[in-house]
């Protein structure tokens, strides 16, 4: 099995999005952080989480081998977070994302997650290069991707309108 589409780590767990994930999707992108930082994803309830997130991504996995996992706490089963690693058309590289709810955000679960996706993405040689797209305004995600040994590219991403930075791992 694709080690990218199923990860552990100490605490957490990683694994590919199931219908009844929505609720939970619903929730972490009508966050009003996420909707801040990341913006406005349009899904208003569990039906358009199906169909415009758990869906596509879910088709995703058959055609790249990855794409957004749901974080759950090992010991409690209880979903934190997502995190992965992303194909978008208007990028010339994958790109690293997350998003925590609140109840997951604050211990270390966002690290931990992501140094394991980036392991392992170099393990499986899934591109030479991989980017972050973050807020200027994102203090937190910009210290996480620091941490992660990405580097400041640019400000401008091709696809993308209002402030972003572009960041950027060898």
């Not at 706490?73 to 925590?100: H, M, T």
């Not at 937190?140 to 950027?168: C, D, M, Q, T, W």
Request: no cysteine; aromatic share 8%; net charge negative.
């Amino acid at each position: 099995m694709n080690t990218l589409l199923a990860l552990e780590t100490q605490r957490l767990n990683l694994r590919q999005y199931r219908l009844d994930d929505a609720a939970f999707i619903h929730s972490v992108m009508n966050d009003a952080d996420f909707i801040r930082f990341i913006g406005d994803r349009g899904i208003v309830d569990e039906a358009s989480a199906i169909s415009k997130v758990i869906e596509p991504t879910l088709s995703g996995y058959k055609t790249l081998g990855f794409g957004m996992l749901v974080v759950e706490e090992k010991s409690s089963g209880e979903k934190v977070g997502l995190a992965g690693i992303l194909k978008r058309d208007f990028l010339d590289y994958p790109d690293l994302g997350y998003a925590f709810a609140k109840a997951g955000r604050g211990k270390g679960y966002a690290l931990e997650a992501t140094q394991a996706l980036m392991q392992t993405a170099k393990q499986q040689n899934v591109a030479d290069k991989i980017v972050a797209i973050v807020d200027p305004a994102n203090a937190s995600s910009i210290a996480l991707l620091e941490k992660l040994e990405f580097r400041y590219e640019n400000e401008e991403v091709k696809g993308i309108e209002g402030p972003v930075h572009l960041y950027l791992h060898d």
